[in-house]
């Protein structure tokens, strides 16, 4: 069976005074279906040019001057820029090393948690919108999900923002989370329990992970 995600000769390069540096040098590796496969490097090694090209979403003035990715069958690099809008959240999820900037500052936790909600379930019932949201956050170790679903980020401690994050990645049902340090604001209480949820939904869900970290405790955990 072909694999979910095929990375095949990845090159990022960003301009600099004294020429082109290269973020990501001929990056390469496979992900099956219900696959977890770490992505470990040192700081600076081009892991999260690398997870942001993926989705093609490479930082400004960073240009992908080779390889090629296919997901689904379909190469990421080739389709239509509405395609790739349909890709993202929804085959997908993507939790950003920065977790507090992927927020939107102005929207409470629930309202963001909707707003995905309606954009992937054709089902969505504005209803049951506080139940799906209210047990969509309880997995993530909240001592009350309700209140952090009431929160606006900046109510938020860093660590909650990560694990907010992870809900606003899964919350579109995708086949692929990338998730770019997802452990690495949390305690380590918290994050042996984030580890536990992601091995879970890896079992349950046959969720594919690509575990972005340079810590390899984590991947081994
Ligand atoms: N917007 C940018 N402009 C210029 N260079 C950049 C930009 N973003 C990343 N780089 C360069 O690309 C290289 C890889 O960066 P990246 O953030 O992918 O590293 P990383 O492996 O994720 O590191 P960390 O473990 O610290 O998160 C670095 O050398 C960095 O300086
Ligand atoms: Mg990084």
Do not use: W, Y
């Amino acid at each position: 069976m072909a694999p979910l995600l095929s990375v095949e000769g990845l090159c990022v390069e960003f301009p600099s005074r004294s020429g082109p540096v290269r973020a990501c040098a001929g990056m390469g590796f496979t992900i099956g279906r219900g696959e977890v496969v770490g992505l470990v490097g040192e700081s600076g090694s081009g892991k999260s040019v690398a997870s942001l090209s993926i989705l093609r979403l490479t930082p400004p003035r960073g240009r992908v001057t080779g390889g090629s990715i296919v997901f689904e069958g379909r190469n990421l690099f080739a389709i239509p820029r509405r395609d790739i809008l349909k890709i993202r959240g929804r085959r997908i999820g993507f939790v950003s090393q920065t977790p507090r900037a992927s927020l939107n500052p102005a929207l409470r936790i629930r309202d963001q948690i909707a707003a995905v909600l309606r954009a992937c379930d054709p089902n969505f019932r504005r209803a049951d919108a506080r139940n799906r949201i209210s047990a969509m956050l309880a997995p993530l170790g909240f001592s009350d999900p309700d209140r952090v679903a009431a929160s606006f980020p900046h109510q938020l401690s860093g660590g909650m923002c990560q694990r907010v994050a992870i809900a606003l990645a899964l919350a579109g049902d995708p086949s692929l989370l990338i998730a770019d340090e997802p452990t690495t604001a949390l305690d380590v209480a918290v994050q042996a329990g984030i580890l536990a949820l992601l091995r879970r939904l890896k079992r349950e869900r046959g969720l594919s992970i690509l575990l972005v970290t340079h810590d390899l405790s984590v991947v081994r955990a």
